[in-house]
């Protein structure tokens, strides 16, 4: 197993900077910073409407931000295509899943895989994601649309793997699981981060995110109004208050 690297002593993999969406004409994300080093589980928390996936769309292309920056790895990612993205080690599992519900477990890890021609590693691959997630094997021929939605969830976070990427957008991994899949889903991925993997995590479900995480944002209105380590924002009353029902 790859030994976790410190944060404090790890390159930038992901800068935003002063970035800027309109979604559906209104200013969804006002101007906000943010950055994640390599090897770091960082959490995006806040409320529904808060411009959490909004953020998430505009790193991946699937929205063009009104202003800013993002960059990965030291370059923009300006221009770049979504289906890009993989080739450059960036994957996202998307809030509601997006399984392809006609194609069969395995055909949907392969398609996770379409940017790699190692067969061998591909086949060795899918074994290792049936190790992970156990519930997969057992559903190998099954279509993706007939399996439950923390069965989908697995598959989707399977499916992402499968293309070796060096940052894995999460979001909201949790939403609509039951509280026995929800733990299921985090031990995963905090398994994964233990492997060495960059991970941003969104998620609604605040006391999780941030016992899972190394360091936390919080997203109010369009704007960070929050920043700095898991720990110590669990213990901030504030968060407390807004987030964790206490």
Do not use: C, W
């Not at 090897?39 to 699937?62: C, H, Q, R, S, Y």
């Not at 295509?81 to 890890?109: Q, S």
């Not at 976070?157 to 070796?164: E, I, Q």
Request: charged letters at 20%; proline letters at 4%; zero cysteines.
């Amino acid at each position: 197993m790859a030994a976790v690297l410190k944060p404090a002593l790890a390159e930038t993999m992901l800068a935003i900077t002063g970035l800027k969406v309109n979604y559906g004409g209104i200013n969804a994300v006002k101007g906000i910073d943010l950055e994640i080093r390599a090897g770091e589980l960082v959490t995006l928390i806040g409320a529904n409407g808060a411009g959490k996936t909004t953020t998430l769309k505009a790193i991946t292309g699937l929205l063009q931000p009104a202003s800013g920056e993002i960059r990965y790895l030291g370059k923009s990612l300006a221009g770049t295509p979504t289906f890009k993205l993989l080739d450059l080690g960036l994957a996202m599992v998307p809030e509601g899943r997006g399984v392809f519900a006609r194609m069969t477990i395995v055909e949907n890890l392969r398609m996770g895989a379409y940017v790699r021609t190692d067969e061998a590693s591909i086949k060795a691959d899918i074994e290792r994601m049936f190790v992970t997630f156990p519930r997969l094997k057992e559903r190998a021929t099954q279509l993706a649309g007939t399996m439950s939605g923390g069965e989908q969830q697995m598959l989707a976070m399977a499916r992402a793997l499968m293309g070796h990427p060096k940052l894995l957008l999460l979001d909201e991994p949790s939403m609509g699981l039951s509280p026995i899949m929800v733990e299921k889903i985090f031990e995963v991925v905090r398994d994964i981060r233990s492997q060495g993997m960059t991970i941003l995590l969104v998620e609604q479900n605040a006391r999780l995110a941030l016992q899972s995480a190394d360091r936390g944002y919080v997203m109010e209105s369009g704007l960070i109004t929050m920043t700095g380590d898991a720990s110590t924002m669990l213990d901030d009353p504030k968060v407390r208050a807004a987030y964790l029902g206490e």
